[in-house]
């Protein structure tokens, strides 16, 4: 984890990954379709490919758009905290995927590719610039306070990469890390005897099996584990902020407070050299509500989570910008796929992974400009069509990685994030 040095200058040192699992539909946020108003109840043309059946005829947004900005970018009802920030954010609305299928198009987002057992994007970068921090991991992954994605930990793994590169679960309700505190009566030299003697054990044991990656990070996340009980506390107290930062990131709410909390969170660790942050929003609770995935009551569903997360994003922009973090630290937002254009049961949208919306703030990026373009009813990318891996290779680029050289051989193989494929998006920066 020792930092490495870029490629090239970086625009960006640091990334916070804002997730939205289930699939937030593109044409009810930040794609608005004035065609599905005016075409509203009709059959679309073209056939479509839907995953959980009843297909309706084309649905206009249950939600309102304003134009923001100086730059006139439009944004639904639902965000109207981040739609402040729209000069700032550089949104691009010709994203796709390759599966519709929740699991394999969360790997795709993380990982690249739709199969299990890859690295993800917060791996490669820890393995491409090591981390700053020695008394913190390099990657901090923070799940919904209702449950993990879809896909689970397989979404923040290291793959075929040492385990060490993998990500470090903070928890998003009580303490975020388990056990932290030795136990009561353990002097600081005791515990160092034990870690020593421990370390002895595990070496000899690494030593008849050099090729357990599984092992050697075993050995490292002990000695991680001690220095971080100098640090780690006071990194993720976020009682010590002030009631006006507090206020800012929507702690005073009970409806914003959950995520509110964790980006907080993300701005601490961030502050503090962690490298790479990852935050779902949205788990595996009880009910599909529980995500973004609005199959039978898209108002209602967006409605709700576009009210948890709104606050708390915007907040974590402004913090980070009259701290002097924006210009160093890479904000990224997207979901596994978008929705379809056409009514599920007369109120809901299924899954459509042909086009969706995400966008980038900080580190240098040109706010103020939507990137490409869907089709008129939003159900295809049309202009400038973004992929996945043209997605990472933008990350990469932004942290002064190219992504054609940042290999790891596995296999027989020189494997990248970006496979044989990716292109960075040329206007991204100003």
């Excluded at 700053?132 to 306070?145: C, I, T």
Aim: aromatic content about 8%; glycine content about 10%.
């Amino acid at each position: 984890f020792a930092p490495k040095p870029a490629l090239f200058p970086p625009r960006a040192t640091n990334v916070i990954s804002l997730f939205m699992s289930g699939g937030v539909s593109h044409v009810d946020t930040f794609d608005p379709k004035q065609a599905l108003v005016d075409h509203a109840g009709e059959p679309m043309a073209e056939s479509v490919v839907v995953r959980q059946g009843h297909p309706g005829p084309l649905m206009p947004s249950p939600f309102s758009f304003r134009k923001y900005g100086e730059s006139g970018i439009e944004v639904s009802e639902i965000f109207p905290h981040i739609a402040k920030k729209v000069d700032e954010i550089a949104f691009i609305r010709s994203l796709y995927g390759r599966s519709n299928d929740h699991i394999q198009a969360t790997y795709e987002m993380q990982t690249g590719q739709i199969r299990v057992g890859f690295p993800s994007v917060g791996s490669w970068v820890t393995y491409g610039l090591g981390s700053e921090s020695s008394s913190l991991p390099a990657f901090v992954v923070m799940n919904d306070h209702r449950g993990g994605p879809l896909g689970g930990p397989t979404d923040w793994s290291a793959g075929f990469m040492p385990a060490a590169y993998q990500g470090t679960l903070f928890r998003a309700v009580g303490d975020p890390i388990v056990d932290l505190q030795p136990p009561d009566g353990m002097t600081e030299n005791q515990q160092r005897a034990r870690l020593d003697t421990l370390a002895k054990l595990n070496e000899i044991d690494l030593a008849k099996n050099p090729g357990n990656s599984e092992l050697a990070a075993r050995i490292s996340s002990y000695e991680l584990a001690y220095r971080m009980q100098g640090c780690a506390p006071e990194a993720v107290d976020t009682t010590v902020e002030s009631d006006a930062t507090k206020k800012l990131y929507g702690l005073d709410n009970a409806i914003t407070e959950p995520f509110g909390r964790q980006c907080l969170m993300a701005r601490r660790l961030v502050e503090r050299g962690v490298r790479f942050v990852q935050l779902f929003h949205g788990g595996l609770g009880m009910q599909n509500t529980d995500t973004w995935d609005a199959h039978s009551n898209l108002k209602e569903n967006h409605s709700q989570h576009a009210a948890e997360t709104d606050l708390p994003i915007a907040g974590l922009l402004t913090d980070l910008k009259s701290r002097g973090m924006l210009d160093s630290t890479l904000i990224v937002w997207h979901g596994e796929f978008g929705r379809m254009p056409i009514s599920q049961r007369g109120v809901g949208r299924d899954h459509n992974p042909l086009a969706m919306t995400g966008w980038m703030a900080g580190a240098g990026i040109q706010g103020g400009q939507t990137i490409g373009s869907s089709d008129e009813f939003g159900y295809r990318a049309a202009e400038q069509r973004v992929s996945a891996h043209d997605l990472h290779a933008t990350m990469l680029h932004l942290l002064g990685m190219d992504h054609t050289k940042l290999t790891y051989r596995y296999n027989g193989r020189d494997m990248r994030l970006t496979d044989v494929h990716g292109v960075p998006i040329p206007q991204i920066v100003a």
